[in-house]
């Protein structure tokens, strides 16, 4: 009896797959390839977006609720048709595009941000054999193609010709760039784990279990720690609060997509979503198993449930952290990256070869997470100006 | 002569060329980075995905975006007329045309019109590593010295003048 339930639940496990299978059978020999490739594409254009339009109003209702005010709750039943709104406001917005704007540049700047955003999927697993392309490079290309964002941010904040886009756009590729470097440092611990640049290895080596614990790299030292430093230089990357200075809304305006109005703006909106939820399906990837159930007598739940049930708790942790942390100035950011992330994923690495060479149990478990809470300890004591052990004094305001 | 190199040596002249030709800098920056998108294609074509994607990472992703905050920083993307186009456009256009006689002759001379039947060299990137660890580790180290060097030197050049200096100056 058991071995039929599993025999069922392995079957709407893959069923997406099995479908996908089915109709490729109707489909005559030399169209096959394209037909395999458009069906795999097609959900993912359709599901990601689909979330991102959920993720509209979760964040606006969950940022009301912590702000203890109602959040949109006029469109449908608690405002769950406001997506909807939203679009149909955006497409009908006139389409403003100031006089003395680079007119090509204008138009392709959101288009080249879109389809970077878009590229990113391509290597993320989505369940168990559910990825577009294998590549045996796969993270590689993830980062290869979350860096073509910067350059469309440089054409955005350029091609509008107004002085406050020109700034936004100089402090967000600043920002941008200098998180890119902890982002890929620590996901290179994963990476050394592994032994593998393709995402589909490394989640079939996290699915497997001791007991009824799972492999997860977030349950290791070193996997903690790559795991906040990946979160925090993602939430940096897409410049969500409290990284917004870009696009800082009580300062400048929008930084640089201020020109844009109507759809053009509902499409950076949409790339940065996507962009956001990319970088957190990549930090699923690497730290939290993917597609895998977090304990051994769970994996009767299909594998896309629980790697979308871990998207939106990331989601909902960056809804969180928004409604609660103030913005950081820019020279606070920077500094932060600079002189505290870079060095504390360097350390990480140094630390995930020490606990790879030790022999498993608890020394290597002491060991490694000794280092790295000291090095995070004098990390952060060295960035407060030489006030090593200090008693802390607040002054109050007169 | 697949159609699909056709296409991407197509995208990655017509992108270089631009870059040449086009009056506003910051037209030529996005053209060249068009160029090297291209090149990149070319490398993941002939199967070396590891050069391909950090092609990307890093022309894309850092030497155009270096070039964009070179030209947003200083003003040089107002477009100038100058009349210097027209008398070096002959002797630049000879000298391309004998650079490209000299290559491609070294190019049509070199290769054999049979296929050469070697195993195609794996680009992996477990390969690349290992040798980089095992053959060429000095290369790598004195590129590390290189960029400690770049590093350092940046850092100094944008450091702030030390307080004595400007006090100094005041009096």
């Known amino acids: ?398 | 002569m697949t159609i699909s190199f056709l296409l991407l040596a197509a995208i990655t002249i017509i992108g270089t060329a631009a870059a040449m030709t086009l009056k506003n800098l910051v037209h030529c920056v996005l053209a060249l980075t068009l160029g090297l998108v291209g090149l990149a294609a070319l490398y993941l074509e002939l199967g070396a995905q590891f050069v391909g994607f950090t092609q990307i990472l890093v022309y894309v992703g850092a030497v155009a975006i270096l070039a964009a905050f070179a030209i947003m920083m200083t003003r040089s993307a107002i477009p100038t007329l100058s009349n210097a186009e027209s008398s070096f456009r002959a002797s630049g256009s000879l000298i391309a045309v004998l650079v490209f006689a000299v290559l491609a002759w070294a190019v049509y001379t070199g290769t054999s019109k049979q296929a050469i039947l070697l195993a195609p060299p794996e680009g992996s990137v477990a390969q690349v590593g290992s040798a980089l660890m095992h053959h060429f580790v000095l290369p790598l180290e004195v590129i590390g010295l290189l960029l400690t060097a770049a590093l350092v030197g940046a850092a100094i050049v944008a450091m702030d003048e030390p307080r004595a200096k400007q006090t100094r100056g005041r009096q």
């Open chain 1, 1 to 398: 009896m058991s071995g039929s339930l599993l025999a069922y639940a392995n079957d709407v496990d893959q069923i997406f797959v099995l479908a996908k299978h089915w109709l490729l059978g109707y489909v005559p020999g030399p169209l096959e390839p394209i037909t395999s490739a458009i069906l795999s594409v097609v959900p993912v254009m359709l599901a990601f977006p689909l979330l991102f339009a959920i993720t509209t109003v979760l964040e606006r209702k969950g940022l009301g609720r912590m702000q203890n005010r109602y959040g949109p709750n006029r469109t449908g039943w608690f405002g769950i048709l406001q997506p909807m709104a939203d679009g149909v406001k955006s497409l009908t917005k006139e389409d403003i595009v100031p006089r003395t704007a680079d007119q090509l540049v204008h138009y392709l700047a959101p288009v080249v941000m879109v389809i970077a955003s878009f590229l990113a999927y391509a290597v993320l697993p989505i369940g168990r054999n559910m990825v577009i392309a294998n590549l045996n490079a796969g993270v590689l290309f993830f980062f290869a193609i979350g860096s073509m964002v910067e350059l469309s941010v440089f054409m955005a904040g350029w091609s509008s010709h107004s002085k406050y886009s020109l700034l936004g756009a100089m402090r967000a590729i600043a920002q941008m760039i200098s998180y890119e470097m902890p982002l890929v440092l620590s996901s290179v611990v994963v990476i050394m784990a592994a032994g593998s640049l393709s995402t589909v290895t490394i989640v079939n080596l996290q699915a497997g279990y001791t007991g009824i614990w799972p492999h997860w790299y977030l349950f290791t030292p070193w996997g903690i720690v790559g795991f906040v430093i990946f979160m925090i230089a993602a939430t940096a990357e897409s410049n969500r609060c409290p990284f917004d200075m870009p696009e800082g809304e009580s300062e400048i305006i929008a930084g640089y997509f201020i020109e844009y109005s109507g759809f053009k703006f509902a499409l950076f909106f949409l790339a940065e979503y996507l962009g956001m939820f990319a970088t957190s399906a990549m930090a699923i990837t690497l730290f939290l198993g993917g597609w895998a159930a977090p304990f051994s007598f769970l994996t009767w739940i299909p594998s896309y449930i629980w790697f979308f049930a871990k998207l939106l708790t990331i989601i909902f942790m960056f809804i969180w952290v928004r409604g609660t942390l103030p913005r950081l100035r820019m020279d606070q950011l920077m500094n932060f990256a600079w002189k505290f992330m870079l060095p504390l994923s360097l350390i990480n690495i140094v630390g995930a070869g020490v606990w790879h060479f030790m022999p498993a149990g608890f020394v290597r478990w002491g060991a490694v997470s000794l280092l790295l809470i000291l090095s995070c300890v004098l990390l952060s004591r060295g960035l407060r100006r030489n006030k090593w052990f200090h008693v802390r004094t607040y002054r109050y305001a007169t």
